[in-house]
């Protein structure tokens, strides 16, 4: 031995007699490496007869079976029909005219459908009612494919037939009936004049039965103030085509109110025709929909607005109400408001949205004094029915246990009470309780038996939407499941033996066809009465008449505004509960297509939120902030009204009342909907007493939000050539371009029309022959209701992209409304303070401060869409020439082509262009619609889905258009006025979208590239668009 | 839909050539006198000319009536033997049926009764003006015994028993030239060695020769050898290219079909047009597998095809009265009791013509208004007994046509205006459909 040097490596060697020592010599760990743990089971690794070896060769087999495989294309199997209906041609869509009557939307559609499925909502234009497709009709097509629906009756957890169900509950509704207890119908409002045959049929075969009828959002105080006046529910009808001068008090009509639908009418005398459009001054607490769309908009608490619609009385009709409480600028606007409808008479009205008898009869009384002809109380709306009182004595009497049996029908009490555990408490002591509902939902689930229900599009039915005004409803499909409606049960609890089907056409032949045929009305969607038609020629005739007569009972019914007046004491904040145009009442809470879509004033998506005042929130401590990212972050604040409290973020709120918040009903469903869509906070909690406006208080909590926000910055900063707005003073009286200027540029020191062809980069095209498409979009008739959005997203086979990749920028909407406010009282304040910046420094505050929207800004709403430059700049950066321009004027992209450089996203000056960065058919990452077979039946088969790494946009459906053009080629015809649509332009019921062909000269959209109002978006860039937008122009005439 | 069926069926009865009863030829005719005169002595009962009657058989019965086979109406082989031993109904009785079957039963008639509610209450068309030697003609073919069944000799000179023994004697006669070479290489090899050994045997000394092997001269020039890498390197580049190109060209693609079913036949040899059965050809963007519902149209009366078609047939491995049995497989049709079930299997047929999804082609645009030929891009569909995938459907061979093919503006009002316009721009006297904006990428790719 060279040494007897002693090596060690521990201390522990040192010691001779140490275990370690001892163990280390044997093994190379001290302890057993746990193999097993990550292998598996010692036993079961065993026991099997896969070797290491044979391990390889299943993964060598396998791998080279996977590439040979992908040498060979799949084999696609084609399966024809056995027999082919005869209305069926393959790759030809069909058409039918139903009805939506979800108890919260009512509308007359029309349906495509395509190898039998329905994929499409458009509008039934015979209807001559209220209710064109709203973007939750638009989207409820998505329902009927939703993934989540009950496919069986059930009895609580287990499924059972259709032949039990009936059995055992008409063995039930028998007993309690006996028993003389109480039965009670729980349904959404139907307005259905064969349901309530049906039910009137049902309560006389049993005896105690009461039909209670709740529309989850409460129009109570407006039915019974009509029903006070007129003596039958119902709610008056507005015409809004016919006022020149609307004051809305808290009302949303352009939004929910009253049931909605009024946004056409509304919108066909915004447009200035002959220098004349209506004025609109709207006093809210909340920025709604209906008060960005105002003329003038005055912040107010609902306590004010109490006030406000008092003192409006006594300066319109008369009394002795003098106004305090207002401060003086509010009072001037009373007065102005006041005195324009005085000037305008029967060509004013007024309406309210004040949840509050003594309110609603003031608006009443009020539009009777003006005999205001946009008024019309004779043709009741019926679609709302609903009765606070009625709900909460049914909720009593369940909690008492004298109601014995309860079905449930189109609603979801146990989601949409405040009252919630009392109900719940309720239904455990009735001894019979089914739900008939689509869904496991909160209510459903908590009943004993589910009726599973079929969609509206797998369903007859019958709607009266305002007296005398019916419509039909037909299935547009075969049911999916196995379901069947609450009239079906009806019917077989009854003991009759007629389908629905037939029992909706006898009741129509014998009370409301009139010998018309029944297969028209089918047909048609829709159905006038006789007696509607007498009603209205009786109030063509005799309004004069009736307003004297009305005028003169008004004087003693003054009591309401005095009430009114009285009842209106401001007790702290105010919290004002509202509709989302996206959510609605949350029935559709399951819908990404509704998720995604932004809310029009917040460009907000994926969340409901509290709205705040910049001034409250400050005091609050509640702050909105910019993350590194340029995503939106908010504060959470505890809002508690009677002891309930719940935790919502915040947003501050440009044209908030100071001491006012609002928050939105429909979100925070937690049963019968995807993960994904829980989103938000369950506003329903604090909806006590139905009143949609409480006393809150409120209380900064811990946390931060991430909202999923589209557009982050909320001002023009002073760009007033993205919207061009003016007045109508101006419009009337200046020529065009001190208006509506054309940008110049400087040539040779001359200024020259930035149109001119001298100073274009490139050479003209020459597109006057055959056809050159044009978009028109008119900003003053846009209300920014986002129909379009839903339907381009359902045309379009649009992705839905969910929370985190919206709030990373990467949403896929092909058509976005922008909203914009100014920083300024007006728009013109905006400009003249950017035109006077100076310098850098100055620069630097004065556009830091522009950001910040003003306290009651204006606003504007745009919708972008690609604007198929004819000089397009994303064209000439395509390195493999995917997006290229045709002779009809649209900017083609060959998907397929698309290597993804993006550098067209890049030179986009309009930001138009969206980039797939997923998968988002069949990815689990994006479980929604497109990740399902069932979902996927909803996919246009006519456009392709695009896969991940390519770049789409609007292609102003070049699919539409072909059709167009093909089925004139196949008739040897020419192509019709006005014939060519775009799905946006087709959803547009305010026309504010008008598509069509400008090189046929008699088309409503050549004649408007003509219109003073028109002006390209970015005019100076010389891309020459092809959408052309209509220059807004505001009434802000004071009396 | 029933009613007109059978008047469509006697339209396609006429057209059929392979089908059993459309054996109105002349050398059918003439079999058939050969057949009466064999038979007439037997048949000296019966007055009437079976010939004669078999024509109008065909021409008037055949859409509802067999001879052996119960259809719409009953068999009708001995059909007054039948009515006589059993009901006791003379021939004035089926005279009268025949010219006024609604009459016979309104009149009570027990038996008249009775048959028309066995067949479902489908009365029977009359037929009026057949006079009684009409009728005598028609009871004397229907009194016929059953002819034996052709015996069916393979025919060697048909096409397809050709192809298939050439075939076989490709290979025979490949073998025996290989067997040939074999054996001249081994002789050549033996005499080699024969005169080797004789040589050594005879003590002659070959010259040894000492060149460098080709090979080896051939590695030591570097400029050969860079030569011919190049070479290589440019053919395996150009394959390779070629091979990557053909991937996902379906072109000749024939899949086994779930049904044998032949265009030959339809298409081909009874000339049926195809938009008959594709019809959605005509306006929509699909052409469309026709429904079974279309197929029953004429093959609820077509249940077997004619001796010679089950030849030729059989000679390519395929049984068509066993192909017709899979239809009424799949239609849920009873041909026994003839009615459906309502027990039907579709058919999953193999797709053969893929477009990608990326791709919009509408069929209505080609065939309505272009008035493009099916065979066009389907190719000799008339001829296939298999159906294949005739036309590569690659883009390029998309734009050729467009390049090349003038727009049918004929009648069409719809394009007067803008060919006016473009001929003139163009200074052509007819458009290409290019020329018309068919090259435009957004016009296939949406």
Redesign the interface.
Known sequence: MSSNKKYWKSVEELNENSSIVETLKQNEFVEEIPTDEFLGDKETLEETATTRRDFLKYVGFSTAAASLAA?E?P??????????PTEI????ANYYATTVADGFDFASVLVKTREGRPIKIENNTMAATNGSANARVNASVLGLYDSLRVQVPKKGEASISWDTFNAETTEKLTSIAAANKDIVLLTQTFASPSTSKLISEFSEKYGNVRHVIYDAISESAALDAYQAKYGERGLANYDFSKAMTIVSVGADFLGDWQGGGFDSGYAKNRVPDHGKMSRHIQFESNMSLTGANADKRVPLTPTQQKLALAKLYSLVVGGSYSGKGLSAKVDEAIQKAASQLKKAGSNGVVVTGIQDVNAQTVALEINEALASKAFDPKTPIKTRQGSDAAVTKLVADMKAGTVGAIIMSGVNPVYTLANTSDFIEGLKKTELSVAFSMKVDETSSEAQYIGAAPHYLESWGDVEFKKGHYALTQPTIRPLFDTKQFQDALLKWTGNNVSYHDYIKEAWGTDILGGSSFNEALHDGVFVGTIATETVETTEGTSSNDSTEESAEATPSGNAARALAASAKSTGLELTLYTKVGMGDGQQANNPWLQEFPDPITRTSWDNYLTISKADADEKGLVNKHVANGALNGSYANVTVNGVTITAPVIIQPGQAKGSVGLAFGYGKTLGLKSEMQTGVNAYALYQGFNNVQTVTIEPAAGEHEFASVQLHNTLMGRGDIVKETTLEIFNTKEKKDWNAVPEVSLNHEPVPVTSPKVDLWDEF?R???HHFNLSIDLNACTGCGACVIACHAENNVPVVGKTEVRRSRDMHWLRIDRYYSSEESFEGDNTKKDEISGLGSSLSEFGEMENASENPQVAFQPVMCQHCNHAPCETVCPVA?T?H???G?N??????CVGTRYCANNCPYKVRRFNWFLYNGNDEFDYHMNDDLGRMVLNP????RSRGVMEKC?MC??MT?KT??D???E????GKDEFQTACSAACSSGAMAFGDINDKESKVAKLLEDNRMYHLLEHVGTKPNVQYQTKVRNTTEA | MEKIMPKLEVNLTNNMKKVIHRKLGKNILRLGLIILLAFTASLSAQEGDSAKGKSLFNANCAACHQLDKKMTGPALRHVEQRLSDEQGLDRDWIYAWIRNSAGVIKSGDAYANKIYAEYSNAAMTAFPQLSDDDLNNILAYTAQEKAAPPAVVANPGSGATASNTGGVSNELILGALAILFILLAIGLYVVNKTLRRFVSAQNIDLPETTRTPLWKAFVKNQFLMLVTAIFFLLASAYFAFGYFMQIGIDQGYEPVQPIHFSHKIHAGDNGIDCKYCHSSARVSKTSGIPSLNVCMNCHKSIYEVAPETLAEGKAIGVNYNDEIQELYTAAGWDDAEQKYTGNSQPVKWVRIHNLPDFVYFNHSQHVSVAGVECQTCHGPVEEMEVMYQHAPLTMGWCIECHRTTNVNVKDNAYYTKIHEELSKKYGVEELTAAQMGGLECGKCHY
């Open positions: 040498c294309g084999v696609k199997k084609a399966i024809p029909y056995v027999v082919q041609i393959p790759g030809v020459d006057s022959i055959g995917a290229s045709g002779r009809q649209q083609h992209m060959a998907y397929n082509r006519d456009v392709v889905v292609s070049i699919q072909q053009i093909l004139a080629k196949r040897g015809r020419k192509v």
